[in-house]
């Protein structure tokens, strides 16, 4: 069996969670986001074995390991082995340079928390296996394939953004992509006197991968219903609210509610950016809070515990702006509070959390950093 703390590597990786400030539901219909990376991640360590084939993978969180024959990559049936799986499948479909190794790795991402633990391991083992062997991966490259290997092996059709941010970011910087070219610009992130802290529900709602692709499919038939007036249409990002608005007759509620959140946030997030630039920071926080109102009334991928963080974090002043991050259902709030307020705030919500629902409410400061990095490299 393989161990993570004497495993002699050649090539060892820090892979980042991400957080996400702004632009939520938007990466998958061509808009904008605003994530970074953070300092919790996973580390990744890789050596060749001197086998052609044979590949051994360990978590030393879930201290499981797998071993698997590179000619014969097919879906596991234990969906975290698929994350493995999906990315070596999809390197071999661009190099046939893969050989044999073994990889043990180890995380302090909480999982299914909403901050990605998913994209930083496809990312990590991609962007390792790329050091390892000279791959020659460029790292647009490397987050394009891990997405690839999110859709077609684990099913969940995510956007671009998990990926894109564990892998680019730059320390103390946000990132503001644009989902449709891929073009980005890094933002310096003053945040001060505020710090972002992370409320986690503890909750992972079983609706999380179907209602996502839901949604996505729920937005497709509304560009399809839009195009049939605008032909020009061919994802959200190219609709307006004037646009929307003449669709409203033709467009089933349901489907007109999501539109609208998306179109909606579509701009909200160049407010918020614009907004940084400009150090108005309480207008920042309040677009967040903006965000969540249309997450969980018209976009509907909130939960009750996510909503009662957020409405309970409305009576403290010293807390500027709170929403659900990621894909919903559970997982983490993102907060953005006074740095001396965090003590007294942690323990009174955790308090009437618990109280609530019966559950430990959990809580970290995220500090930006930078995306995927090498920590030892071959000789
Ligand atoms: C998940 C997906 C992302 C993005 C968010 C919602 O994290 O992986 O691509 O769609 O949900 O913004």
């Given at each position: 069996m393989l161990k993570f703390n004497n495993f002699k590597s050649q090539i060892t990786i820090e892979s980042p969670g991400r957080i996400n400030f702004i632009g939520e539901h938007t990466d998958y219909n061509d808009g904008f986001v605003l994530p970074t990376a953070i300092d919790k991640k996973i580390t990744f360590k890789l050596k060749y074995n001197d086998s052609k084939n044979l590949c051994n993978v360990y978590s030393a969180n879930f201290k499981v390991s797998f071993s698997f024959d590179l000619n014969h990559i097919k879906i596991s049936q234990n969906e975290w082995e698929n994350y493995i799986l999906g990315v070596i499948y999809e390197i071999q479909q661009l190099t046939d340079k893969l050989k044999g190794f073994d990889c043990v790795f180890s995380s302090d991402i909480p999982v299914g928390s909403g901050i990605s633990s998913s994209a930083a391991l496809e990312c990590g083992l991609a962007f390792g296996l790329n050091e390892l062997f000279d791959l020659g991966l460029s790292k647009r490259t490397i987050v394009e394939l891990s997405q690839r290997a999110e859709h077609n092996f684990v099913g969940t059709k995510c956007g671009i953004m998990d990926q894109y941010a564990s892998v680019m970011s730059k320390k103390d910087h946000v990132i503001l992509l644009?989902?449709?070219?891929?073009e980005h610009e890094y933002i310096p992130i003053?945040?001060?006197p505020y710090k972002i802290l992370l409320l986690n529900t503890n909750v992972a709602h079983s609706l999380a991968t179907s209602e996502y692709n839901t949604r996505r499919e729920e937005c497709e038939k509304g560009v399809e219903i839009i195009n049939s007036k605008y032909p020009d249409v061919f994802t959200l990002r190219d609709v307006d609210e004037h646009m929307l608005g003449e669709c409203i007759k033709i467009l089933p509620a349901v489907i007109y509610n999501r539109c609208k959140y998306v179109i909606e946030e579509k701009s909200r997030v160049l407010k918020a950016v614009k907004a940084l630039k400009e150090n108005r920071l309480t207008d920042f926080g309040q677009l967040m809070y903006n965000t969540h109102e249309g997450l969980s009334?018209?976009?509907?991928?909130?939960?009750l515990e996510l909503d009662f963080l957020v409405d309970y974090s409305?009576?403290?002043?010293?807390?500027?702006g709170s929403r659900m991050m990621g894909g919903g259902f559970g997982g983490c709030t993102i907060n953005l509070i006074q740095e001396d307020a965090i003590l007294d705030f942690v323990k009174n919500v955790s308090k009437a959390y618990l109280k609530k629902f019966d559950i430990q409410l959990t809580s970290f400061e995220a500090n930006p950093r930078e995306g995927t990095s090498i920590l030892k490299n071959k000789k």
């Open positions: 644009d989902c449709r070219s891929l003053n945040i001060k009334h018209e976009y509907q991928v909130s939960c409305k009576s403290y002043d010293t807390i500027i």
